[in-house]
């Protein structure tokens, strides 16, 4: 049976945690954990998952700020911590603290069994000609996420990333594209990645102070080698809602989903959904684990909206 591992980032609620993690538990399934260093209690962390089976709790540990080059070093360290570990993994699979499994088991080891497929979303060719002028400021003028939202509200409010881009002009991304940060790779596109960034560490530092910049580093690599890597780049296997089915109050995306989003998820293309609340999808959660197991077909589904 295929090995999988789950590299899991997570920055709260280590009960939610536990609970994320004992669905997924199975003797070829395998966790990497890495709370945020922002996160003081991290012995909370390694207590509540003290008992579940080839579980590592990273000791390195990286201050992880929104839209920032911080939460691709987070990303780089489980990576890393993948390759230590020695085990020829097959499918490794990025998740947050906030991504709770919708299938059993059984459903989500026999998909991928036979396949080797890589499962992400990248923005299509339509959208990113929508998106042009969000793509070069993303890449193009300067971006200083990596700290206190207090810092970061001046320098947007001074426009001081615009006034850098005047005097110092940065090198052109080949192929800059977007997408979602969380995936499902095969060990061909996680060996891709790890050997071009080995020989090319120049790629990362570019990244630097641009903006999410865990939304383009990885995709932007991948999209120009789709069909050699057997790469799936709109079918990411995640439920994500940025367009709510019902009022919410939030106005931040994606937002918390409830019980009463429960038919849209279940009815979709996905083995995770997100963004979950360990209070605000508590019926929401046991209404999902009620049906795990039950028949399903993942052709018959929609995709992930």
Not at 80 to 90: N, Y
Not at 222 to 232: C, K, M, P
Not at 297 to 304: E, G, P, Q, S
Request: hydrophobic share 35%; proline share 4%.
């Amino acid at each position: 049976m295929k090995k999988h591992a789950f590299l899991i980032l997570a920055h709260k609620s280590p009960n939610l945690i536990r609970r994320i993690m004992k669905v997924l538990e199975s003797d070829n399934h395998y966790f990497f954990l890495h709370v945020d260093k922002k996160t003081p209690n991290i012995e909370d962390f390694k207590k509540a998952v003290s008992d579940i089976k080839n579980t590592t709790v990273l000791e390195k540990r990286i201050s992880v700020f929104h839209a920032g080059i911080s939460t691709t070093e987070a990303e780089l360290a489980l990576f890393e911590a993948v390759r230590k570990s020695r085990i020829d993994f097959d499918y490794l699979h990025l998740i947050s603290g906030q991504d709770y499994p919708l299938r059993s088991n059984e459903q989500f080891d026999e998909f991928f069994e036979h396949n080797t497929t890589s499962y992400v979303y990248i923005d299509d060719k339509t959208l990113r000609n929508s998106m042009a002028k969000n793509y070069d400021r993303s890449a193009n003028e300067y971006h200083f996420n990596h700290t206190n939202k207090k810092y970061v509200q001046i320098y947007e409010k001074l426009h001081l990333g615009r006034l850098l881009r005047l005097f110092y002009r940065r090198k052109p991304i080949d192929g800059y594209v977007g997408g979602w940060q969380w995936f499902s790779w095969n060990k061909k596109v996680f060996n891709f990645i790890m050997d071009y960034l080995q020989s090319h560490p120049d790629y990362l530092q570019r990244f630097d102070h641009t903006a999410s910049p865990d939304e383009h580093i990885f995709v932007t690599l991948i999209n120009n080698h789709l069909d050699e890597l057997d790469v799936a780049p709109e079918d990411p296997l995640r439920y994500i809602s940025w367009h709510p089915h019902r009022p919410i109050n939030d106005s931040y995306r994606p937002f918390i989903l409830e019980e009463v989003d429960y038919p849209f998820i279940i009815d979709s293309r996905a083995f995770f959904c997100r963004k979950i609340d360990e209070r605000l999808s508590a019926s929401l959660l046991d209404k999902i684990d009620a049906q795990r197991g039950e028949p399903y077909d993942i052709n018959k589904h929609t995709k992930f909206v």
